[in-house]
């Protein structure tokens, strides 16, 4: 925004500069004239036609009073917000349209009369409770890996948005005590048994006395409040080019991030700031943290971060979303990955282990008869694996199974074939296990869930 201003500056210097030499250089070419005696009067023609003997004697000069311009922008398109929500609470249909706000410098936008900001660049809605109320009740219940993800997200598609659990990780879960949480952490790896080595058995038994909720509520803490987690959340608004005509749910869509992301600044601005591993104070603490040696450092992901080693710790001390975390990069934002590997020690670590790999349930691939064969215990109640009781969300994973579009790499697009729907893969399943009553039955409520979202054909 500043070189645009820069060269838009020297731009209109460079032209004032040869208009006014070109005036000068005629000026000083031009013959000298001779001013009358006495100034001829001024005529006009106060009609259409010629009147020769009409003549308007000039009028005394009249002093214009200087008035103000007032800079302003046209508001985003309006776009209709359910009541409560932010779009309705914060009043985005009155801030300036995206386009042109981007392109104003920081002073121009912040003096705007619908700008969304005061003169110091704070947010005026934030100051407002029904604001703030739509804030709190639509971020608190958000689980910070799902942040700003699209429903169907082709590549990457954590298991935890799969899998119900009786705690599960929220906004609210990691904001509301994490002094608690970070005193709790401590005195977990003052004890030697909650800091098992590399080739130490996974103890569930251990969740509760080591903290595990603690461990990962803070791990999240500290990555939302001093790390990039802000940074890094998907914008389903911005992934059409900026060339692209914005469509009124993208104005408003991209002012509604904004808001959110303000929302989780200040919500960490308002906590103890003597909570950051990074402090000096907490050198010998960070360490120990480096020094942990849970599960293999040499991956593609590169080596561990700390947030990261807690993640994973948390997980193989009994923590169920801890185990349900999966690694993922930020595309070209250039930032470093979320290398956690949580699913190696969560429940579901001896199923991926027997059945298939992660990756084939992670990543939103076409259904076909051999990856739903596979999947189709997924639909069961109750699944007990390691002890621990797993419901998998039944919508969730229909929709992730069967509603297109379906991820395919780039060497493959022009070439892949039209992916078979559920409903001819389920047809299928049902001739291939027609004398396997158990399996019929899960079959059945995969069936009923898909045809209910209408993702079954």
């Known amino acids: 925004m500043q070189m645009s201003n820069i060269r838009i500056t020297a731009w209109v210097s460079g032209c004032f500069c040869l208009i006014l030499l070109t005036v000068s250089v005629f000026l000083w070419l031009s013959p000298p004239h001779t001013n009358p005696a006495n100034r001829p009067t001024l005529s006009t023609n106060n009609s259409l036609t010629d009147s020769p003997n009409t003549t308007i004697q000039p009028k005394a000069a009249v002093t214009t009073p200087q008035t103000t311009v007032t800079l302003t922008t046209p508001a985003v398109p309006p776009a209709a917000y359910p ?133 990962f509520n803070y791990a999240m803490f500290s990555r939302f409040c001093y790390g990039e987690g802000i940074f890094n959340r998907p914008s389903p608004y911005w992934d059409e080019p900026y060339s692209t005509p914005i469509t009124p749910k993208q104005e408003g869509g991209r002012w509604i991030e904004n808001l959110e992301n303000a929302w989780v600044f200040q919500k960490c601005e308002e906590l103890d700031q003597n909570l950051n591993l990074r402090l000096p104070v907490h050198t010998e603490l960070w360490q120990q943290i480096q020094a942990l040696q849970i599960s293999d450092e040499n991956n593609r992901w590169g080596p561990k971060t700390v947030n990261a080693k807690l993640i994973e710790l948390a997980a ?114 049902r001739q291939e296990f027609h004398n396997d009553t158990q399996t019929l039955k899960l079959i059945a409520t995969f069936e009923e869930v898909a045809m209910r979202l209408d993702v079954y054909e």
């Not at 912040?110 to 604001?131: A, M, R, V």
């Not at 007990?384 to 395919?408: M, Q, R, S, W």
């Not at 559920?422 to 399943?429: M, Q, V």
């Open 316 to 429: 193989r001390l009994g923590n169920v979303p801890a185990g349900l975390t999966y690694p993922f990069d930020h595309g070209d934002s250039g930032s470093q990955p979320y290398n956690e590997e949580g699913y190696k020690y969560g429940p579901l670590a001896e199923w991926f282990t027997t059945v298939f790999e992660p990756a084939e349930l992670f990543i939103k691939q076409p259904p076909s008869v051999d990856r739903l064969r596979q999947l189709i215990p997924m639909f069961g109640k109750n699944i007990k694996l390691k002890g621990v009781l797993i419901n998998f969300d039944h919508e969730a994973l229909a929709k992730h199974l069967c509603a297109p579009p379906y991820y395919t790499p780039p060497s493959d697009e022009e070439t892949a074939p039209e992916p078979p729907s559920c409903r001819a893969i389920l047809t299928d399943l």
């Open 83 to 215: 009541l409560g929500s932010i779009g309705e609470a914060c009043e985005v249909s009155e801030y300036p349209s995206n386009v042109e706000f981007l392109d104003l410098n920081t002073e121009t936008f912040l003096s705007l009369p619908n700008s969304p900001f005061d003169s110091d660049g704070n947010w005026k809605q934030l100051q407002q409770p029904k604001c703030w109320t739509a804030l709190e009740n639509h971020m608190k219940p958000i689980n910070p890996y799902l942040w700003g993800k699209k429903e169907h997200t082709l590549e990457k598609h954590h298991v935890i948005a799969l899998v119900l659990v009786d705690n599960p990780l929220t906004f609210e879960r990691i904001l509301t005590d994490p002094v608690e949480d970070f005193a709790r952490l401590q005195e977990a790896l003052a004890r030697p048994e909650c800091r098992p080595k590399n080739d130490t058995p996974t103890n569930w038994n251990l969740n509760e006395i080591c903290h595990g909720d603690a461990i």
